[in-house]
């Protein structure tokens, strides 16, 4: 991050890994350029000047776009005159079909409504008392690496599977009674089927109009439809006997009323939101994660002091805190910085506006993008580089609020933002102690895919080598934890 004293010279720079990415273009794809790109894989359409200049604004195949990357102007989109912007068209017709009209879809008061009934199962104070179970999940995969020592893994693959032992042991603490890795599957299914960007929701033809991606996404979304009815009748069938149920987020949704006017969430409104958390909120860490263990495989140096820093910070329990981590933490915060979960986020205009000198028409769209926001090159030293440092402790101030947006900002910020990153340093710990993972040598280029989340095309196929540093298998195997506190 560009200051006074800039970065650069503040953080030693020794070798720096840039993951391979795609190159801004020079050129104007034109119409049917920009719809095949948009499709194939959307963060191959940004331009040179938007990773060049604080404000592009253009007339598209999407009608006026204005991309803001000027910190200042980004907190004056999303914080003081947030009231004139909501999610826009085009987001909601690619979402909601999938995700229905949860969190992440809604709007107005239906959003308020369900943000104030979800939003204490993420306190800090509950957030804190996950981190053991988080521990639970992380000796788990670790023990689950060890075990696979002098052969490959598919990275990504166990990554989802230990987000999802997480969501398990903290969120839906009767368990998901299924495979993991067919839900794992599922997901990956269901995303994939929804993210390419289709042309008939670009050019805004009605919901009846078949998408070809809503048609591939019908078998996973009856899965999850599947998983979400027995998750609710098994919860009914213990409430109902009179016993008491686990205070997680599923009884949140549950018995949830809104304190003004009594009323709780409709059936439909608690099924999109568990279908959001299953589906996408275990996306973030997942991928970070994955995305995290790519680019220290790349980088000696990181791995090395990564591997210090766990071996000195575990616990006698085999459990690590997450304040013992700050290398940990900065090293998945420099991931989501390159690989940011959502690459943009848009918003349509309610009324005429102005953001800084840029005239914004009513229902013309403004733009932050992560993946250039997080790239740009008024804003960061060596901005394709792999520095975990930006991110330790004396260096993380100067790093302006609004330039930063893994988890977005304002009152839509991610309401698992705490959740997730702590899920993240902690298991990345525990993998980092137990074993090294290393590219596969017959892999082909990692590329990111934008599919709602980022996530390398064609998975990480990594090869295991165990540092002979693994937790017990008491440890590995020890139950997933009920939470029947008040949240």
Not at 302 to 319: P, T, V
Not at 357 to 363: E, G, H, L, M
Request: net charge positive; charged share 25%; aromatic share 6%.
């Amino acid at each position: 991050m560009r200051t006074d004293t800039t970065l650069a010279r503040e953080i030693p720079m020794p070798f720096r890994f840039r993951p391979e990415v795609p190159k801004p273009r020079t050129t104007d794809l034109g119409l049917f350029g920009f719809l095949r790109a948009a499709r194939s894989n959307p963060i191959t359409t940004w331009m040179r000047s938007h990773f060049e200049q604080p404000v592009v604004a253009a007339e598209g195949v999407l009608g006026r776009v204005t991309v803001v990357s000027d910190p200042a102007l980004i907190r004056y989109l999303f914080v003081e005159n947030a009231k004139n912007y909501r999610k826009d068209d085009l987001q909601r017709r690619i979402l909601a079909p999938g995700l229905g009209n949860g969190l992440l879809s809604a709007e107005g008061e239906e959003w308020r409504n369900q943000r104030r009934t979800i939003a204490p199962v993420f306190s800090a104070r509950h957030v804190t008392s996950f981190a053991e179970s988080m521990n639970l999940a992380g000796i788990r995969v670790a023990r689950r690496l060890v075990r696979r020592d002098g052969s490959q893994v598919e990275a990504a693959n166990e990554m989802t599977r230990v987000s999802l032992d997480v969501l398990e042991r903290t969120i839906f603490t009767q368990g998901l009674k299924r495979d993991p890795d067919a839900v794992g599957r599922a997901i990956t299914r269901f995303l994939e089927a929804i993210g390419p960007i289709d042309p008939l929701d670009v050019f805004g033809m009605p919901n009846f109009v078949p998408r070809i991606g809503r048609l591939r996404a019908r078998p996973a979304g009856r899965f999850f439809e599947e998983v979400v009815d027995e998750l609710i009748e098994r919860r009914r069938a213990l409430t109902a006997t009179g016993s008491a149920a686990p205070h997680d987020l599923l009884t949140l949704l549950l018995t949830a009323s809104n304190p003004e006017t009594g009323n709780g969430l409709t059936d439909l409104e608690v099924k999109a939101n568990i279908v959001t958390f299953i589906a996408a909120g275990h996306e973030t860490t997942a991928n970070a994660l994955t995305w995290a263990l790519y680019c220290l495989s790349q980088d000696a140096a990181s791995r090395e002091r990564l591997e210090a820093e766990a071996d000195a910070a575990i616990g006698a329990d085999g459990h690590f805190a997450l304040a013992d981590l700050p290398f940990a933490k900065a090293v998945i915060e420099e991931t989501l910085r390159l690989f940011p979960p959502v690459p943009f986020m848009s918003r349509q205009a309610i009324r005429d506006d102005h953001i800084g000198r840029i005239k914004i028409p009513r229902n013309s769209t403004v733009m932050v993008a992560p993946w250039v926001l997080h790239r740009h090159r008024t804003l960061w030293d060596d901005p394709d580089a792999f520095v975990p440092e930006r991110f330790l402790p004396e260096n993380r101030e100067s790093i302006p609020r609004f330039a930063y947006l893994p988890f977005g900002a304002g009152p839509r910020v991610c309401i698992g933002q705490s959740f997730s990153l702590q899920e993240a340093t902690i298991v990345l710990a525990h993998v980092a102690r137990a074993v090294r993972l290393d590219l596969a040598a017959d892999h082909p280029p990692v590329v990111p895919l934008h599919r709602v989340t980022l996530r390398p095309q064609g998975g990480l196929r990594m090869r295991v080598r165990d540092r002979g540093k693994a937790p017990s298998e008491n440890q590995a195997n020890a139950p997933p934890l009920v939470h029947t506190g008040q949240v």
